[in-house]
């Protein structure tokens, strides 16, 4: 059984035409005795997949391919890493869906772009990040503000080689959620030093990534 019914479907279909220029992969990790939502999340990927001939999903063993794994930055699964021409540093941990499948959706479309619809203000300051910058957005499915603190995350990480922004569903990873003390979400974590809660403007999150940088 699919994880899209079919008018939303048809209405990616649209979008997709529309909107994608370069191909994207879907790398989506799981394991052979699957997680929790693995399952879902492998065929919601794969789902994406004939949505479009532009999108192409691999699917991959946690286990067996974990050189593959640890050079993408995937350590807990479900993951997927969303790869165009060339790998932007977007992951996505958890399943994306509810209000999530939106953010799936958004970092496609970018990636396959290879570029975003961020402000040239917000560009000019990300040219001061001169060294790596791992950003993690926790989030929940049912949080109607996430989408748009995960969607500049990854729009961040499109515009800059030096960033990778990882989406992580604080429900579904509660032990990592409980290192990082979320008790409300969005909760963004910029190189363990920097952290807010809640929406911010996207200058003042690349601002926050800048200062993340610094303090490596």
Same mark, same amino acid.
């Given at each position: 059984?699919?994880?899209?019914?079919?008018?939303?479907?048809?209405?990616?279909?649209?979008?997709?035409?529309?909107?994608?220029?370069?191909?994207?992969?879907?790398?989506?990790?799981?394991?052979?005795?699957?997680?929790?939502?693995?399952?879902?999340?492998?065929?919601? #990927?794969?789902?994406? +997949?004939?949505?479009?001939?532009?999108?192409?999903?691999? %699917?991959?063993?946690? @286990?067996? *391919? =974990?050189?593959?794994?640890?050079?993408?930055?995937?350590?807990?699964?479900?993951?997927?890493?969303?790869?165009?021409?060339?790998?932007?540093?977007?992951?996505?941990?958890?399943?994306?869906?509810?209000?999530?499948?939106?953010?799936?959706?958004?970092?496609?479309?970018?990636?396959?772009?290879?570029?975003?619809?961020?402000?040239?203000?917000?560009?000019?300051?990300?040219?001061?990040?001169?060294?790596?910058?791992?950003?993690?957005?926790?989030?929940?499915?049912?949080?109607?503000?996430?989408?748009? #603190?995960?969607?500049? +995350?990854?729009?961040?990480?499109?515009?800059?080689?030096? %960033?990778?922004?990882? @989406?992580? *569903? =604080?429900?579904?990873?509660?032990?990592?959620?409980?290192?990082?003390?979320?008790?409300?979400?969005?909760?963004?974590?910029?190189?363990?030093?920097?952290?807010?809660?809640?929406?911010?403007?996207?200058?003042?999150?690349?601002?926050?990534?800048?200062?993340?940088?610094?303090?490596?």
């Amino acid at each position: 059984m699919g994880m899209l019914p079919d008018d939303k479907k048809d209405l990616l279909r649209i979008d997709f035409q529309q909107k994608l220029v370069d191909p994207v992969k879907l790398v989506m990790f799981t394991q052979e005795l699957e997680c929790r939502f693995c399952s879902e999340t492998r065929t919601l #990927a794969q789902e994406m +997949a004939t949505l479009s001939d532009k999108i192409t999903t691999e %699917i991959l063993d946690f @286990v067996k *391919d =974990s050189d593959k794994a640890k050079g993408l930055g995937v350590d807990k699964i479900p993951a997927l890493a969303v790869i165009g021409k060339k790998d932007y540093g977007v992951r996505i941990f958890g399943i994306p869906y509810g209000y999530e499948l939106q953010t799936l959706v958004e970092s496609i479309i970018n990636v396959s772009r290879g570029k975003t619809d961020l402000a040239q203000k917000t560009k000019e300051i990300l040219k001061d990040i001169q060294s790596p910058v791992h950003i993690q957005v926790f989030i929940t499915l049912t949080c109607p503000h996430c989408p748009t #603190a995960a969607a500049i +995350a990854h729009k961040l990480a499109i515009e800059s080689d030096f %960033i990778r922004a990882d @989406v992580i *569903d =604080s429900t579904e990873f509660p032990v990592v959620a409980q290192k990082y003390a979320v008790m409300g979400v969005p909760k963004v974590v910029i190189n363990e030093k920097v952290e807010f809660t809640g929406a911010f403007n996207e200058d003042m999150f690349a601002e926050h990534a800048v200062l993340g940088a610094y303090q490596t």
